[in-house]
């Protein structure tokens, strides 16, 4: 066998090897397409109100735990609609108070209120968050538990 008729035959395994490779590839990618056809994947978004969070009274300062909502809520202690949910945030330097959140119906917070301050935006382009400490004014993060 002379040179170029092992370079001819070298070429074709060559070819047939990527033809080869190309029909399993495409087969592979239509199997792929027709097995995913059959499941109707749905994402789920997850929202606050599937938290489980700390409601607080703002009458009396009873808590008890139970998924995030809309607040008002009746009060079990002292029967005022005066609980809402209340996370805890730190400021580095004065500690951690109290932050009640008013959330629209697509748990969305509209309204915090810090400590016993008057409730305010939950943001502003002016502020961004309105998570402040009430003693310095600095930015407040979520405290842990």
Request: proline share 6%; net charge negative; aromatic share 8%.
């Given at each position: 066998?002379?040179?170029s008729e092992t370079d001819r035959s070298h070429r074709r ?133």
């Amino acid at each position: 066998m002379t040179a170029s008729e092992t370079d001819r035959s070298h070429r074709r395994k060559q070819l047939l090897l990527l033809a080869g490779l190309l029909v399993a590839l495409g087969g592979s990618v239509t199997y792929s397409l027709i097995r995913s056809a059959k499941y109707d994947v749905k994402v789920e978004r997850n929202s606050a109100f599937d938290l489980e969070v700390t409601w607080r009274c703002l009458g009396c300062g009873h808590t008890l735990r139970d998924l995030a909502g809309v607040g008002p809520r009746e009060c079990p202690n002292c029967h005022e609609k005066e609980m809402y949910v209340c996370i805890n945030h730190a400021c580095p330097r004065h500690g951690a108070f109290p932050v009640a959140f008013q959330y629209d119906a697509e748990g969305v917070p509209i309204e915090v209120r810090v400590a016993d301050g008057s409730w305010e935006p939950f943001a502003s382009e002016e502020t961004g968050v309105n998570i402040r400490c009430p003693k310095c004014n600095a930015q407040m993060f979520p405290a842990p538990d």
